[in-house]
């Protein structure tokens, strides 16, 4: 076979494969924590535009947020700040929000990635799994049979 022959094993840059990474994962136990409420006012001493608000009360009750630990908590909240001054004119804090908040899972591309599937959708596979209902007669039967050409 044309080209250089493979390197050994012991050899490699990244002697660990797949495999053994995964198999050394490191596995904690931890508790999932209640979302804490908008602090009264923003870092800076003003009050939250009413979208944040909207936007926070919202993520507070989706159910991606369901096993969230306080650490998530805590980023959240700051994706609630960085919100609140594009709320208030600061266009360019959006470029941060997004990236903060595909961690979160907010878009569907964000949760496409993250492999994130809501219930409906594996309620829709299974429908579209089941068999049709079985119906009386062939297809020209149903169809009204046979037309003649005029």
């Known amino acids: 076979m044309p080209g250089p022959r493979p390197k050994d094993a012991d050899q490699l840059a990244n002697k660990t494969s797949a495999r053994d990474r995964k198999a ?5 136990t931890s508790e999932t924590a209640e979302a804490p409420p908008l602090p009264e006012f923003m870092p800076d001493g003003d009050d939250w535009p009413d979208m944040t608000r909207r936007w926070w009360h919202s993520w507070t009750h989706d159910p991606l947020t369901e096993d969230y630990r306080n650490s998530d908590w805590l980023d959240l909240l700051d994706c609630a700040t960085i919100h609140g001054r ?12 997004r990236l903060r908040m595909a961690r979160h899972g907010a878009t569907r591309e964000d949760r496409a990635r993250l492999r994130i ?11 579209s799994n089941t068999p049709p209902p079985k119906t009386n007669g062939n297809a020209r039967e149903r169809r009204g049979g046979l037309r003649k050409a005029e």
Request: charged share 30%.
């Open 24 to 28: 050394s994962m490191r596995v904690v």
């Open 86 to 97: 594009l709320w208030r004119g600061e266009y360019k804090a959006a470029g941060e929000l």
């Open 117 to 127: 599937v809501f219930a409906t959708a594996d309620q829709a596979e299974m429908k």
